[in-house]
């Protein structure tokens, strides 16, 4: 990139800080370059080299740097030195001239150094009309050095559709850059396009090779970036807000927790007393019994997953599924959760059984599954263990609690269930309350007869 072309390109460059992290890496490893580069200080011998028809000017070859890394900076390892020098590839301070992978090699390949005008520390941010101007003037101009890769050919085309409504301007300023070009010394024109193409290998780089620019700590820093002010203002404003939302996770977890208050024995009093304080166990064997209360009939419309965690509420569903000729769904369900808690020998044969009567071509027992729920059960089956059926029991399950579920909640098992479960608490009650009636009006008329005889006496 030229001169002249650098005004013409409208890549911008700020002012950069002193004092951020990878501006002291950049001022370490440009104290290297210009040792390096300094021949009268023992530096690297840069010289032209001249190729079959013509002069490759200002190279050195990659085994002359490794040579000097190890000498000056007292490297004993030639490995140690091919990844610094690698390193400082990799930011674009020296790259290979026939190459667009910026890595430094023992050898003879032959390598340039950075322009200073491109270096890392003038904090270069170009954006992609930049890279569209580049890779349009690579194309006007008919070098065999200069011709697109295929990475760069497929990004000025996807570049080219997306600035498609500006690309009239995008020619003309990649024509009046290969017009400025033309004019300078060949050696020179040939320096400048090498560094320029450098440039891009750092900030557009080959796939598959890192981009150290990706990352920069200093942009985060930066206090004019408009995207860190932006993000900094609305903080701000966030830390003065005295009243700020619940979230629909916090809003679901005091809506269970409420609706299950009354069944945990730590919160609520419960009756007989809770058995975690006390020796009296009557409080779990009312909760194991076949004879449910009115709190656990309650509990099974909650959610399906409720109703199955009771024995009594699996009954009463399996009860109502049998009334509808359905029963087989959860008796697969329940067959699954049994096959889970068998041991491991006799996983294999339960796992066939339940295949043959649930699954399997002309099975007693056949069950509804969508055809990728079967095929991948069928493919569990070849190597059964105790979640072969996981995808099956997930589907029946969903099956049950969207249709067959919402029924029982509103079949007369489960509404009589609940009635009969509140009768006899109103029915005692009503009973209390008579006696209490009774006794009292008896106990009146006593007092009165009892009055009475006693002025009579008198």
Request: proline share 4%.
């Amino acid at each position: 990139m030229a001169e002249g072309s650098r005004d013409q390109g409208g890549v911008g460059t700020t002012d950069p800080e002193e004092d951020s992290p990878n501006m002291i890496v950049y001022r370490k490893i440009e104290d290297i370059v210009m040792r390096i580069q300094d021949e009268k200080a023992g530096g690297v011998a840069i010289r032209t080299v001249k190729s079959f028809l013509s002069k490759i000017p200002s190279v050195v070859s990659g085994a002359d740097i490794v040579q000097w890394l190890m000498k000056n900076l007292s490297i004993d390892d030639a490995a140690e030195a091919i990844h610094l020098g690698s390193l400082i590839a990799a930011q674009g301070y020296l790259f290979p001239i026939s190459d667009h992978v910026l890595t430094l090699k023992d050898d003879g390949t032959l390598y340039r150094f950075q322009s200073p005008y491109f270096w890392p520390s003038n904090c270069w941010e170009p954006e992609n009309t930049d890279y569209a101007i580049y890779l349009c003037k690579r194309t006007m101009q008919n070098k065999a050095r200069l011709e697109l890769a295929d990475y760069e050919a497929e990004n000025l085309a996807r570049l080219q559709r997306a600035f498609a409504r500006k690309w009239e301007f995008i020619f003309m300023q990649a024509e009046a850059q290969v017009k400025i070009d033309r004019k300078k010394d060949k050696a020179e024109r040939k320096i400048l396009d090498s560094q320029e193409r450098a440039f891009w290998d750092v900030h557009r780089p080959v796939p598959g090779c890192v981009n150290t620019t990706e990352m920069d700590i200093r942009k985060c820093r930066r206090e004019k970036n408009p995207h860190r002010v932006k993000k900094i203002s609305f903080l701000n404003i966030q830390l003065d807000r005295h009243c700020m939302k619940v979230s629909k996770v916090a809003d679901s977890l005091m809506g269970y927790t409420e609706q299950f208050v009354e069944y945990d024995p730590f919160v609520s009093a419960s009756d007989p007393s809770n058995p975690w304080i006390s020796d009296d166990t009557s409080f779990w064997d009312l909760e194991a019994s076949r004879d449910p209360s009115q709190q656990r009939v309650k509990k099974w419309g909650f959610s399906l997953e409720e109703a199955l965690k009771d024995p009594a509420g699996r009954d009463q569903f399996l009860k109502f599924l049998e009334s509808e000729f359905s029963s087989e769904n959860l008796r697969f369900w329940l067959e699954v959760q049994e096959l889970k808690r068998r041991p491991l020998q006799e996983v294999a044969s339960r796992a066939q059984e339940i295949w043959q009567e649930f699954l399997a071509e002309g099975a007693p027992s056949s069950i509804n599954l969508d055809s990728h729920s079967y095929e991948r059960t069928s493919q569990n089956l070849k190597d059964p263990g105790r979640y072969s059926f996981e995808d099956a029991q997930e589907h029946i399950f969903k099956l049950m609690k969207s249709d067959s579920y919402a029924r029982f909640l509103r079949s007369n098992i489960y509404q009589d269930l609940l009635l009969a479960r509140k009768k006899p608490a109103d029915t005692e009650q009503g009973r209390r309350t008579s006696l209490e009636k009774f006794t009292r009006s008896v106990g009146k008329s006593l007092t009165g007869k009892r009055l009475t005889g006693l002025m009579q006496s008198s």
